[in-house]
């Protein structure tokens, strides 16, 4: 993982713990999955928005704001950030067709 992803993951996690009132981080986390859902369904359809536009500048900073409450997300389900890589890199090299016919039925 990038040591920026590292950085960030692990600031998130401290956020866990700072007072909702001080962070907008910890605000979320004491919001609950709802709300953290919320986010991140918002950040997705803003980045789709700046993608259609053809904005490259603005879908960078979506896409920022995506990945950053997708962090959050994860943080809050206590997965950390390299088992999505680990899975990433697991995928790497094998046909997107292929991996999709080999998940479970249930995906």
């Known amino acids: 993982m990038s040591d920026i992803l590292r950085q960030l993951?692990?600031?998130?996690?401290?956020?866990?713990?700072?007072?909702?009132?001080?962070?907008?981080?910890?605000?979320?986390?004491?919001?609950g999955l709802d709300s953290i859902l919320k986010k991140v369904g918002e950040e997705a359809t803003e980045t789709v928005i700046a993608a259609k536009g053809g904005d490259r500048r603005q879908l960078v900073h979506e896409t920022a704001d995506l990945w950053f409450h997708t962090l959050i997300l994860l943080s809050s389900q206590g997965i950390d950030p390299d088992e999505v890589l680990q899975e990433l890199a697991r995928r790497f090299?094998?046909?997107?067709?292929?991996?999709?016919?080999?998940?479970?039925?249930?995906?």
């Open 9 to 31: 993951a692990r600031i998130l996690e401290q956020r866990k713990h700072a007072d909702p009132n001080d962070s907008y981080v910890s605000g979320l986390y004491h919001k």
């Open 93 to 107: 090299g094998t046909s997107g067709l292929e991996e999709k016919a080999n998940r479970p039925h249930h995906e």
